[in-house]
């Protein structure tokens, strides 16, 4: 099952001779179960593509889908992307007079969920990656590691099919950046649509396919067939 | 002499005969460096001929010998520890030298040459990656595979380096 799918998406950032085309007709199929990473140097339309791809930013041409809906034609598409979409970026934004499960039950309550459910949810997935003991912690008592894996909860959170990661391993450890990456690879194999954005080589290799976009096109791909050799 | 070292530092952890000691370095290498029993027993009789082993009197139950380290070969293991190791007779890479000679020669497409390996380097760390996931034999093992995790990551952060350095000489 196809979760997000980009079809010759182009993006233009401004007009006229000073126009910016950040991404040039770029065509994408993220599967449910597959981790695809996405590289490229900075200014090669690496983030464009997420944001896209997680109806943050509305494409010049072309068509984005999740989870089967037309983003131009959504409706609520604050909606859609809550109910479907977790978003994990390198700045936190972890909300820093919050608990952690706090932190994590938040976007559940923005969707209407009762507060005794939404901590139950939130409990849940903390449990799931391994930090329930952190749960009563506010940020800034947390390592970076910690507050990463944190931000991943609150973006797993309630029955979200599609994840966008834009360097999740930002300023961590190479020991620590593996375990995140060790958490995003568990719920790509549970079953979500994992696309991420790094500029190293190291956490690409976790991913089925690694994408390589330069100057907002992609130059070459590792091939989907070794998904199915795996 | 990383195996005739290897093996006294296994046979430093108490006496063992040569079978169980290929098992054991194999495991810890992740069997990136494979062992064969004639190589073990070559090395062992050497070191016993330099007086850094030295087998029991008796063969064990199933008739095999069993070695100890001698004082010296705890001194020569401690030896090779407290030594760095230095990178002089690195083979040459043939990677590198390719990438060179491409730049120089006039016809070839460097940029192309650069994607192809850049994707071979990607699908061997994605190789390596699971082969880590799938590490079982403990913490030896998942650092040897670290360390060739890291060299495939050089690589590609260098044929990343090679591609933007090129683009601004064009």
Partial sequence: ?230 | MPVRHGLLALLSGGPRHGYQLRLEFEASTGATWPLNIGQVYTTLSRLERDGLVAPAAESDEQGRVVYTITAAGREEMERWFSTPVVQSDRPRDELVVKLAMAVAAKEVDVSEVIHLQRTATMRTLQQLTRAKRAATEGVAQRLVLDSMIFQAEAEQRWLDHCESVLKEER
Avoid at chain 1, 12 to 30: M, Q, Y
Avoid at chain 1, 74 to 90: C, H, I, K, M, N
Avoid at chain 1, 142 to 164: E, F, K, M, N, P
Avoid at chain 1, 190 to 200: C, P, S
Wanted: glycine residues 10%; contains cysteine.
């Fill in chain 1, 1 to 230: 099952m196809t979760v997000v799918r980009l079809a010759e998406v182009s993006r233009v950032h401004g007009e006229g001779a000073t126009a910016v085309h950040a991404l040039k007709g770029v065509s994408l199929d993220v599967e449910a179960g597959e981790l695809v990473a996405v590289m490229g140097p900075s200014g090669s339309g690496k983030s464009t593509l997420l944001n896209l791809a997680g109806g943050l930013d509305r494409p010049t041409s072309g068509t984005v889908h999740i989870g089967g809906h037309d983003l131009a034609t959504t409706r609520d598409l604050a909606s859609l992307r809550r109910r479907e979409v977790g978003y994990v970026f390198q700045d936190l934004n972890l909300i820093p007079s919050l608990t952690a499960v706090e932190n994590v039950m938040l976007p559940r309550e923005l969707d209407g969920v009762r507060s005794r459910r939404a901590r139950e949810e939130a409990m849940a997935v903390l449990a799931e990656i391994e930090v329930a003991d952190l749960a009563d912690r506010f940020p800034e008592e947390l390592s970076g590691g910690q507050r990463q894996r944190v931000a991943i909860a609150r973006a797993l959170v309630g029955a979200r099919c599609l994840l966008l990661a834009d360097e999740p391993t930002g300023a961590l450890d190479t020991r620590t950046g593996d375990e995140i990456l060790q958490v995003l690879r568990a719920r790509c194999d549970a079953g979500a649509a994992v696309l991420l954005v790094t500029h190293e080589p190291r956490y690409a290799a976790w991913a089925d396919r690694v994408v390589f976009l330069r100057d907002g096109t992609i130059a070459d791909a590792t091939d989907r067939s070794l998904v199915s050799a795996r």
